[in-house]
């Protein structure tokens, strides 16, 4: 069966540059439908100045409301400008230990997401902190055990879940053990089908048994 072009849009999710929308921006929008965009620091200045974008960028898309993303997990991946809450990395939420806690997190960054018109969030990291060499993830893991990341992490997703915001568990099947920056090489792992079931993949299964929105996939090459 053929897919019509609006549906072939619907797929995709597009960055752009400059802090508000431009001619050229809206006219894509209007003619490919994509199903949403992602918003980096450069594209964020204020509070009212992201209000104004996200409603601009919404009234480009009437036919089906945008998804409108954003990387905050806290810590040293935060979009947002200061004056919103920044909350630590993942890592200071794992000592703590505590659900309860990464979920009022959540819920805070969710709250103030709404109120901008960002309505989803690539968060939580569901990735085991396995390997301490690992260049990428580190603290934004919640921590090197996976009942840990099971935990704090599905808290998280129903943080955001539950006040409006679909929530991304990356970065499947698992970052946590490359030794390589998968945003500049692609990182290899050896590690056996048997390890990825009993490591990697168990905060994934998790998340997707309770109802987590999405899943973000890993640029990494698994071996098994």
């Known amino acids: 069966m053929l897919m019509s072009r609006d549906t072939i849009g619907q797929l995709f999710m597009i960055g752009f540059d400059g802090t508000d929308l431009s001619p050229d921006l809206a006219a894509f929008l209007k003619e490919y439908r994509p199903g949403g965009v992602i918003l980096f620091a450069r594209n964020l200045q204020s509070t009212e100045q992201i209000v104004e974008l996200t409603n601009a960028l919404q009234r480009c898309s009437p036919q089906s409301p945008l998804l409108i993303a954003i990387d905050q997990e806290g810590g040293r991946v935060s979009r947002l400008p200061k004056e919103f809450t920044i909350f630590p990395p993942c890592e200071i939420l794992g000592r703590c230990r505590s659900p309860?806690?990464?979920?009022?997190?959540?819920?805070?960054?969710?709250r103030e997401l709404r109120a901008v018109g960002i309505n989803?969030?690539?968060?939580?990291?569901?990735?085991?902190?396995?390997?301490?060499?690992?260049?990428?993830?580190?603290?934004?893991?919640?921590?090197?055990?996976?009942?840990?990341?099971?935990?704090?992490?599905?808290?998280?997703?129903?943080?955001?879940?539950e006040n409006g915001v679909v929530a991304c568990g990356k970065h499947f099947p698992g970052h946590g053990d490359t030794a390589a920056?998968?945003?500049?090489?692609?990182?290899?792992?050896?590690?056996?089908?048997?390890?990825?079931?009993?490591?990697?993949?168990?905060?994934?299964?998790?998340?997707?048994s309770k109802g987590i929105a999405a899943m973000m996939t890993a640029h990494v090459l698994y071996r098994a």
């Open 120 to 161: 989803m969030n690539m968060a939580p990291v569901l990735d085991v902190n396995s390997n301490p060499a690992n260049p990428v993830i580190g603290d934004r893991a919640f921590g090197s055990t996976p009942e840990l990341v099971c935990e704090l992490g599905w808290a998280t997703a129903r943080g955001l879940q």
């Open 181 to 208: 920056d998968s945003h500049h090489e692609l990182p290899v792992v050896t590690a056996s089908r048997e390890r990825l079931e009993r490591l990697e993949l168990l905060p994934f299964r998790h998340a997707a």
């Open 100 to 110: 309860r806690l990464a979920y009022e997190a959540a819920e805070a960054t969710a």
